[in-house]
């Protein structure tokens, strides 16, 4: 599988399933072969580094270096939770809690325990919704290659109080994985979801095309979390999709912490009347990452609600890219929609493309779309040094005031200390990095200034 159009891409697994799983695997690997890689001139890929874009001859199921028994005492959540399956480089070590949620009609099951217990409800859902953001090469590899993930079906008015976790590892170098999330609610139904993805090496090379699906059945309510950790030379697709019908409420969040170049594309519908979706991203750049973030929010209906807010803290000479768009069909009158993209730089090298966008076919709606880039605010690091803390350790703690919007916007107290944690072992590694940080340009590069709310600062003037 490659990068460059000169390189040989590597030949389909040899799973076997039934019938039509193998049929659409082998459907799935000839469109990924006829499509050509994405160039940067088309508009779904504008601004994005193609040539960062390493697929090299990384292979799936490889046997990695890890021992199970070392990546289990790994894979904790700092949080209760029902349920958990772990994966290494595709392959299942180990799931538990499905069991006793079986007792509740609740389906929690590898997507290879999937196709022998649940066959029809796989083959009704599995990559059912469209992707449409540009990753469509990248969406048929990930089906002709997916083997590792969860199918998680709650019924109908089953209320699920603690959440479920899934941990994918990317063990050792040259390896690829495919992260499948398959989430299907009944009506009235209530599940949260976290997805943890990270690799044993920090500095690992590999290849991770994930894609989770969030089908939210009418009242029904799903929270769904994705944590990105994958080691810094990791090439990175994560391809979202949430439908939403009458009364449901669909919420995700994205954090993005690791990888050397990171596709993200998220794409939410609301189905029917009622619906309600809240999409949400975190990201901390540094070195010469790249976060390239695509979203569309689809109003297809009357009264329907939808609100994006995506947030990145950029260092060194890391890129950020948002194209976000609000499609409102003609008669979805009463359409309630927002979109903002926020980005933080903390080295004036660092870069931030926003390309928020509405495409509204209908009069009677409310949407509003915006993005803002600014540096960090001189006064506020100013008060923190006069107290004692270095400008980068303190540019870092302004970041983490700034996160905090997002953050708080998550129902599980619990899961957002995660999130926190998580982000706050992000900034440590940088700070143990050479500093790449240059000094400031006469000319300031921001394309909005704005003064930020900063949590962090609480409590530090005493």
Not at 359 to 381: F, M, S, W
């Amino acid at each position: 599988m490659a990068g460059k159009s000169g390189q040989t891409p590597l030949s389909r697994d040899g799973s076997i399933g039934p019938t039509w799983w193998e049929e659409r695997k082998a459907a799935a690997w000839k469109k990924f072969q006829a499509m050509p890689m994405p160039r940067r001139n088309e508009e779904d890929w504008r601004f994005a580094t193609i040539d960062a874009i390493q697929l090299g001859d990384f292979q799936p199921g490889q046997k990695g270096s890890t021992s199970a028994e070392a990546l289990l005492k790994r894979s904790t959540a700092s949080f209760p939770h029902t349920a958990k399956a772990v994966f290494s480089n595709d392959r299942l070590l180990h799931i538990e809690g499905g069991e006793e949620l079986a007792k509740q009609g609740v389906v929690f099951e590898s997507l290879a325990g999937a196709l022998h217990k649940h066959p029809s409800l796989l083959e009704k859902h599995f990559m059912a919704h469209p992707v449409d953001l540009g990753a469509q090469k990248f969406a048929a590899l990930h089906a002709a290659h997916a083997s590792a993930g969860v199918l998680i079906y709650v019924p109908k008015n089953v209320d699920l109080k603690l959440p479920l976790v899934s941990f994918h590892w990317l063990d050792g170098n040259e390896s690829a994985v495919f992260p499948h999330t398959l989430i299907v609610t009944g009506e009235n139904a209530k599940v949260t979801v976290v997805d943890f993805l990270s690799s044993t090496e920090v500095g690992g090379k590999g290849l991770a095309c994930g894609l989770n699906d969030l089908l939210v059945g009418p009242g029904a309510k799903v929270d769904y979390v994705c944590l990105q950790q994958w080691g810094s030379q990791v090439t990175s697709f994560e391809l979202n999709s949430a439908r939403v019908e009458k009364d449901g409420e669909a919420r995700s969040l994205f954090v993005n912490l690791g990888a050397a170049y990171a596709r993200q594309e998220s794409r939410s519908t609301m189905m029917g009347s009622g619906a309600r979706s809240e999409m949400l991203g975190l990201s901390v750049g540094n070195d010469r990452q790249e976060f390239d973030q695509r979203t569309l929010q689809c109003h297809d209906v009357p009264n329907t609600w939808s609100d994006l807010l995506y947030k990145n803290a950029l260092d060194d000479r890391s890129k950020s890219i948002f194209k976000g768009l609000i499609r409102v069909a003609p008669g979805a009158a009463k359409t309630d929609a927002y979109q903002n993209n926020r980005n933080l730089l903390l080295n004036p090298e660092a870069e931030a493309d926003s390309m928020p966008g509405l495409e509204i076919l209908n009069d009677d709606v409310r949407c509003t779309h915006g993005a803002t880039t600014g540096q960090i605010d001189q006064d506020q690091l100013f008060y923190l040094m006069a107290r004692g803390i270095d400008p980068r350790t303190g540019a870092q703690l302004l970041a983490h005031g700034f996160f905090e919007e997002v953050i708080e916007r998550l129902p599980e107290k619990k899961i957002g200390e995660a999130v926190r944690s998580a982000v706050a072992a992000k900034f440590a590694a940088m700070r143990s990095l050479p500093s790449q940080r240059v000094s400031r340009p006469e000319a300031n590069r921001e394309k909005e200034s704005e003064t930020l709310d900063v949590r962090a600062l609480q409590g530090l003037s005493h």
